[in-house]
């Protein structure tokens, strides 16, 4: 998990450098461009296999939403912090939470109620709407994070009917095809150093989801989502390093709250489902 968030911290660096030289559409497709090479392998054989009936439905619902994710957030990573960035992107879980329990039935209970409403407290923290002028940025990213976890929701959807892997190729692809649009109407011609980067940027998000993938294999999710509040430290030490930005306490605050209530949401899971999973003493074991 320290792997992951220092991958993608250098993947919101890399956007933040590029300082909006390449319209939002346009570095967003060459991005996936890219990521969509690395997943050739698993996206070839899957769609000469073909998927089960509804499928492409679910596929292209997802594209869509991230396409309108990832559009959004590379806008928000030219005109806000980076740290202010990662903050407001822990609302991605916080939005998977409450979709879950709108359209697929899931209970909530108080504590998960009360925590979610902790963490909709620090990102008003973060935002401070009222306070300060909001950039358009802030509230491009809250429109990232939404698509995000809807997003996310569909993928869980997806993940009943085929592998982990075929989810993320399929993406990647229906993600690209998404964009080629977009980006056609706003191209503008790149210099090879921005196409670098931006392969770079698709290395470290497919080594980030790699290394989070291993990491959630590894250890129980308690252990592991604790450790997601340190990308926003290395994202604020970045920012004060690289780009001059300022250190932003409420930042700090209102990230560190919504944190704390993902954390808790996400041990309140894993003791709920270890409570259904462990047999009654004396119980038949086979």
């Known amino acids: 998990m320290l792997a992951t968030g220092l991958s993608f911290v250098a993947v919101n660096g890399i956007v933040r ?3 909006g030289a390449l319209p ?3 570095a967003a497709f060459i991005r996936f461009l890219f990521g969509l090479a690395f997943l050739v392998p698993v996206l070839v054989p899957a769609l000469r296999r073909g998927f089960p009936p ?6 292209a619902a997802r594209g869509g939403l991230h396409v309108v994710a990832v559009v959004a957030w590379f806008y928000a990573m030219s005109r806000i912090t980076v740290a202010e960035v990662t903050a407001i992107g822990f609302l991605n879980p916080i939005v998977v939470t409450i979709g879950a329990a709108l359209f697929m039935g899931e209970r909530l209970a108080a504590r998960r109620v009360l925590a979610i409403c902790v963490a909709l407290l620090g990102a008003l923290i973060v935002l401070r709407p009222g306070l300060r002028p909001l950039d ?6 809250v429109g990232a994070a939404l698509a995000f976890g809807a997003s996310y929701l569909v993928a869980k959807r997806l993940s009943e009917r085929v592998p982990a892997a075929i989810v993320v190729a399929m993406m990647s692809l229906t993600v690209a095809i998404g964009l080629a649009p977009l980006a056609a109407a706003v191209w503008v011609p ?4 921005q196409v670098g980067w931006l392969g770079l940027v698709a290395v470290f998000a497919t080594l980030g989801h790699y290394t989070m993938t291993r990491a959630f294999a590894a250890a129980p999710l308690t252990v592991t989502q604790p450790v997601t509040f340190l990308q926003l430290i290395w994202a604020s030490l970045l920012g004060i390093a690289v780009f001059d930005e300022p250190l932003d306490g409420w930042v700090i605050l209102g990230g560190g709250m919504m944190i704390a209530a993902i954390s808790y949401i996400t041990w309140r899971e894993a003791a709920r489902r270890a409570q259904v999973s462990t047999p009654a003493v004396g119980a038949t074991k086979t």
């Open 17 to 19: 450098g590029l300082e």
């Open 54 to 59: 509804g499928t492409w439905g679910l596929f």
């Open 24 to 26: 939002a559409p346009q």
């Open 190 to 193: 790149p210099t090879l150093a």
């Open 136 to 141: 358009p940025g802030h509230l491009s990213q």
